[in-house]
């Protein structure tokens, strides 16, 4: 059963336009949902994190904004640059006990900015 | 800065042979994990470890064994291998584990089995 849920696999946006990428949850236990970008052949690298106790959390061209009644996640990224082409993994970390933290991503979007 | 290194970048297996995928971080970070990613899917935690002498079990353990002898490597041993383990392997290192730390991944092992 998929804890995190990224169902698009792919987006196309214009340069300059917004990019929104959707992520949705279904454990209510999660503490904090995450962000990470990754370029091929390289390791995935922090984006934007938001605490479950906040709505909205903005650094620069993306923001993310969190709906716990609806169980939902987007991020937004304005402007979209070409260089923000990257494969976008939703992530979500809860106390596995005794003070331990998991991460337990979803399966990613990839996102292309057309020039 | 090397941040997170991972060696070997690419490793070819048989079935039934063992290997060793190194990680080593500079960063005298306390956690540190293992994820492997399949086509199509999210990075899944195989094992994890909060300190020097702790390790615990992720979501995908079997088939990997870890350990933690010091703050700085943190090797995983594929004691026989399978086709199934074929994927990308990628180890990470927070310098605490707050739930939103931010984790610093290697550039990943891409491991086939045949």
């Known amino acids: 059963d998929q804890q995190v849920k990224q169902n698009s696999p792919s987006l196309s946006v214009q340069e300059g336009r917004i990019s929104i990428l959707n992520c949705d949850y279904t454990?209510?236990?999660?503490?904090?949902f995450l962000w990470y970008k990754k370029y091929p052949a390289e390791g995935p690298t922090f984006l934007i994190s938001?605490?479950?106790?906040?709505d909205k959390n903005e650094d620069g061209r993306f923001t993310v904004f969190l709906n716990k009644s609806a169980k939902h996640l987007s991020l937004h990224i304005v402007p979209s640059q070409p260089g923000d082409s990257a494969v976008y993994f939703c992530?979500?970390?809860?106390?596995?006990?005794?003070?331990?933290?998991?991460?337990?991503f979803g399966k990613g979007t990839k996102l292309s900015v057309i020039p | 800065n090397a941040g997170v290194t991972q060696t070997p970048k690419f490793q070819v297996l048989k079935t039934g042979q063992s290997m060793t995928l190194q990680c080593a971080q500079d960063?005298?970070?306390?956690?540190m994990s293992w994820y492997r990613q399949d086509p199509g899917m999210g990075l899944r935690l195989i094992h994890y470890?909060?300190?020097?002498?702790?390790?615990d079990q992720g979501e995908v353990p079997n088939g990997y064994n870890v350990s933690r002898s010091t703050t700085e490597d943190f090797p995983l041993r594929l004691l026989s291998a399978a086709p199934s383990q074929t994927s990308v392997y990628f180890c990470?290192?927070?310098?605490?584990?707050?739930?939103?730390?931010?984790?610093?991944f290697g550039q990943g092992t891409r491991l086939t089995v045949v």
């Open positions: 990470a290192s927070s310098l605490v584990w707050t739930g939103n730390t931010e984790a610093f």
């Open positions: 454990n209510s236990m999660f503490d904090y």
């Open positions: 938001i605490s479950s106790i906040k």
């Open positions: 992530a979500a970390s809860a106390d596995s006990g005794a003070g331990s933290y998991q991460l337990t």
């Open positions: 960063m005298n970070h306390e956690y």
């Open positions: 470890s909060v300190g020097a002498g702790i390790t």
